[in-house]
């Protein structure tokens, strides 16, 4: 997995993020980013909080956690090559779930809002590549919620009220 910035850029060339990309153009994307390591349990976004910025996981697995009291149910998955924390990030409200690595050694490239703003009227083409990988990690999330919810109501359904 991803170490360093060849390797990091190498993985990056592989994603849909960065498909349509050149190499120098990932590596400018990489020069707006910061890397983070985490361990499992880490808490990298609370629920509450403003989103002020968007994650790249390359590395481990997250976990989107809504919590009750103590206890938390995992809502989704995020895998290594994914996206997370950008509804928030785009729309400014307070995030509904917390994003937890779900490994020790999670690895993450960070890209803050003030980074995002230079960023995008600097590199606009890469920015839509941005954009639209946003939009296709929501619809992801979406559909995975739905065919989960569409599940357990057939569950229900097959139960016919049993116990």
Do not use: W
């Amino acid at each position: 997995m991803p170490q360093n910035r060849a390797d990091i850029t190498q993985f990056m060339q592989h994603q849909y993020l960065c498909e349509t990309l050149t190499v120098k153009e990932i590596e400018t994307l990489l020069e707006f980013t910061e890397a983070e390591s985490h361990q499992r349990g880490d808490v990298i976004a609370e629920v509450g909080e403003v989103g002020e910025a968007l994650f790249f996981l390359i590395k481990g697995r997250a976990e989107l956690r809504q919590y009750s009291g103590e206890e938390h149910s995992v809502v989704g998955v995020i895998k290594a090559g994914e996206m997370m924390g950008e509804m928030s990030f785009f729309d400014r409200k307070p995030r509904s779930l917390s994003i937890v690595a779900a490994e020790d050694d999670t690895r993450l490239l960070k890209l803050t809002r003030a980074k995002y703003k230079r960023f995008r009227v600097e590199h606009p083409y890469i920015t839509v590549n941005l954009l639209e990988h946003a939009i296709i990690s929501q619809d992801h999330l979406f559909r995975d919620m739905a065919a989960k919810d569409a599940s357990l109501k057939q569950y229900i359904l097959s139960m016919g009220g049993k116990r």
